[in-house]
């Protein structure tokens, strides 16, 4: 199973990007899907998260700004962000526990994609 983020890259103030991250692989089912960030020097946090059933959990810092999304025909996660912060620039990574088989569960992280907000 593999995990590739993309969309990232460098934004102004203000301003919006779209993240993506497609699962592929011996997948059975894809449930939870997230996104991390990590900016230099600080600790990975979680963003946002959604599950199949469409239960969404924002961290405080994003509410408002960032809407996480799936498209489980595609196996896919997004997240829309607008209003970007100069606090913002981070790697972000998605994550998903994907069940590889009926019984068999396991948590795949993507290799991340850089934001960059310039001000």
């Known amino acids: 199973v593999q995990l590739v983020e993309s969309g990232g890259g460098l934004v102004q103030a203000g301003g919006s990007l779209t993240l993506s991250c497609v699962a592929s692989?011996?997948?059975?089912?894809?449930?939870?899907m997230r996104w991390y960030r990590q900016a230099p020097g600080k600790q990975r946090e979680v963003v946002a998260g959604?599950?199949?059933?469409?239960?969404?959990h924002y961290t405080d810092f994003v509410k408002g700004r960032f809407t996480i999304s799936r498209d489980d025909a595609k196996n896919t996660v997004y997240l829309q962000m607008n209003s970007l912060k100069p606090e913002d620039p981070a790697v972000y990574y998605c994550?998903?526990?994907?069940?590889?088989?009926?019984?068999?569960?396991?948590?795949?992280w993507g290799q991340g994609t850089q934001v960059t907000v310039s001000s």
């Open positions: 959604l599950t199949t059933g469409g239960t969404v």
């Open positions: 692989g011996n997948i059975y089912k894809v449930n939870t």
């Open positions: 994550t998903a526990d994907i069940h590889v088989s009926p019984n068999y569960e396991y948590a795949y």
